[in-house]
């Protein structure tokens, strides 16, 4: 441990597994105190008790609806009352199905974008006065290699979303820049997770230069990086974490 986040306050959305419960643990060997929040109660207990028993310092609320704005709202005061400050802000939490374009839904469409950009607007937002009262943070969101290019599958709404989502950065990196709060994006490829592990193939490895899928604390380490001073003349930028899978990606799976 080399407290990079020593007296800082993380907030970490899909801290119930995958690449939220990485860097909620990584965050926290760091020295930062983590607020997390999951849609699933019982996998955000398991996070805070693996935080704890490694012994970090965690507080969570779940099940939390990230696109419903009232309960952001009320998550993100309550890490004020409770810790009197944000210094990071990791949105981490987004799902939306695969399915063709021809067979989306006005109703599944909204579905989607309410649960990949909505979930992340809707917490920046709520952050952004209390970054700007403490003299700055660092809000990281995570995109996606799918934003600008596909494999084949049927991932339109996703990847429409996550192209928002990687727009947030330029943007609000500008208006940030003088508070303080600086904004950038990650961009992980085929990550191993709860979601994704049965969709692998060794097709996948094969097409990754560096001879693997990601794992979550593949991500997390970037993530921690953005979060901690390290990175303090980072702001508007999208990190790919990908292997190298990109530059290799086929045009059909």
């Not at 921690?224 to 990606?249: E, K, P, W, Y």
Request: net charge negative.
């Amino acid at each position: 441990m080399t407290d990079r986040l020593k007296d800082k306050v993380a907030l970490i959305t899909g801290t119930g597994s995958g690449i939220g419960r990485a860097a909620a643990l990584l965050f926290a060997s760091e020295g930062a105190t983590i607020v997390g929040c999951d849609i699933n109660a019982e996998r955000d207990k398991e996070t805070v008790a693996l935080v704890e028993r490694s012994g970090g310092r965690m507080h969570s609320t779940a099940p939390l609806d990230l696109a419903e704005p009232d309960q952001v709202a009320a998550w993100v005061q309550d890490a004020i009352a409770r810790f009197g400050h944000i210094d990071v802000l990791y949105n981490n939490a987004g799902f939306s199905p695969a399915s063709t374009f021809e067979a989306q839904t006005p109703e599944s469409w909204r579905s989607a974008m309410r649960n990949e950009v909505d979930v992340v607007y809707y917490p920046t937002h709520a952050v952004w006065p209390h970054m700007k009262a403490g003299g700055g943070g660092s809000i990281i969101s995570t995109s996606s290699i799918t934003a600008d290019q596909t494999n084949g599958t049927h991932l339109s709404a996703h990847g429409i979303g996550k192209g928002a989502i990687a727009s947030f950065a330029p943007h609000l990196a500008v208006e940030g820049g003088p508070l303080g709060i600086r904004v950038n994006t990650i961009s992980p490829g085929l990550t191993r997770t709860n979601q994704t592990d049965r969709f692998i193939t060794d097709k996948d490895t094969d097409r990754t230069p560096l001879g693997r899928v990601g794992t979550p604390e593949d991500v997390a380490l970037v993530a921690l990086f953005l979060a901690c001073d390290d990175s303090r003349f980072v702001t508007g930028a999208n990190i790919v974490v990908d292997g190298g899978q990109h530059v290799l990606m086929p045009a059909n799976r």
